[in-house]
């Protein structure tokens, strides 16, 4: 990986001759993303067009601003084009046709509460892979956590007497409750599923794939396509969809910021208030709509 972002730094500075602070603001872009992969166990060379997407939606959520997701964009199209043209990739996994608005910040894409049932619903509990999927959706709407922390999760980190799972970082941990349908789902796996999917009775991993060993990020985003695709969503869902809902719904009934801040892991409430500014828009719309006299 270093060897590779080394080449680069030298073919922007040697070949391209860029300008001081064109290689600063490239390699920053570029240290900051790798730096992210390393937390995944992911080589740059072997990042996927699903691991691109979910950095850029990690800057949004981290509050990063149209142009800087934008220009964090360009500086990847620039490095994996690199890594193409120089032979040490056959493709880039940075789609061709992906683009964010400059100078807007996007507001998440979320479920409606019809949807999401509808979502939770596809799952076919009769066979081991129907209630592990039905467990993972329904813990991940019910805690909002991010797709790596639900592909983290250890068997260790529920608990099925309290209700709650903890989720771990390097920096903190957290505890979140789980209602009684993910709580059913979660326990019906464990209790009975989960044993006869593993490749190694020593297996740490809450949720496997079919070959027994921890779920992937890239078999969990195929796994929600295909439910999407099941439950005939137009909308384009994303793990991040179910975290943003999760997020909207608590506050349309009644939660409080610094709670679902504390829910979600967030370390600056700036983060979180962006919700808060989709419910207010909405209740603008309705108002438009509906007041006799908008």
Request: aromatic share 10%; charged share 20%; glycine share 4%.
């Given at each position: 990986m270093l060897d590779l972002i080394h080449a680069y730094e030298n073919?922007?500075?040697?070949?391209?001759?860029?300008?001081?602070?064109?290689?600063?603001?490239?390699?920053?872009?570029?240290?900051?993303?790798?730096?992210?992969?390393?937390q995944l166990e992911i080589d740059v060379a072997?990042?996927?067009?699903?691991?691109?997407?979910?950095?850029?939606?990690?800057?949004?959520?981290?509050g990063r601003s149209g142009a800087t997701i934008s220009r964090n964009l360009?500086?990847?199209?620039?490095?994996?084009?690199?890594?193409?043209?120089s032979g040490f990739l056959e493709k880039s996994p940075v789609p061709g046709d992906i683009h964010v608005?400059?100078?807007?910040?996007?507001?998440?894409?979320?479920?409606?509460?019809?949807?999401?049932?509808?979502?939770?619903?596809?799952?076919?509990?009769?066979?081991?892979?129907?209630?592990?999927d039905k467990a993972m959706l329904e813990v991940m709407y019910a805690t909002g956590i991010r797709v790596t922390e639900l592909i983290n999760l250890d068997i260790g980190d529920v608990n099925l007497e309290l209700g709650i799972i903890k989720c771990a970082d390097a920096k903190k941990s957290r505890a979140i409750p789980l209602y009684p349908a993910?709580?059913?789902?979660?326990?019906?796996?464990?209790?009975?599923?989960?044993?006869?999917?593993?490749?190694s009775p020593g297996e740490q991993a809450?949720?496997?794939?079919?070959?027994?060993?921890?779920?992937?990020?890239?078999?969990?985003w195929k796994i929600l396509k295909h439910?999407?695709?099941a439950a005939n969503i137009e909308k384009d869902i994303?793990?991040?969809?179910?975290?943003?809902s999760f997020a909207v719904h608590l506050l349309e009934n009644g939660a409080d910021l610094g709670s679902v801040q504390e829910l979600m892991g967030h370390s600056d409430i700036s983060s979180t208030q962006v919700y808060a500014q989709m419910i207010n828009n909405k209740l603008k719309s309705v108002y438009e709509k509906c007041h006799p006299k908008a």
């Open positions: 073919y922007l500075t040697k070949v391209k001759q860029a300008s001081a602070n064109t290689v600063s603001s490239y390699m920053r872009d570029i240290r900051q993303y790798s730096a992210w992969l390393q072997d990042a996927s067009q699903v691991n691109i997407s979910d950095y850029l939606s990690k800057l949004q959520e981290d360009a500086s990847l199209k620039n490095f994996y084009s690199y890594l193409v043209s608005e400059r100078g807007v910040k996007k507001l998440p894409q979320i479920l409606t509460g019809k949807e999401v049932e509808l979502l939770l619903a596809q799952p076919a509990c009769v066979d081991a892979k129907g209630y592990r993910a709580m059913k789902a979660l326990s019906v796996y464990i209790n009975d599923v989960r044993d006869t999917m593993l490749a809450l949720f496997v794939n079919v070959g027994g060993s921890r779920m992937s990020r890239q078999g969990f439910y999407q695709s994303t793990p991040h969809t179910l975290r943003h």
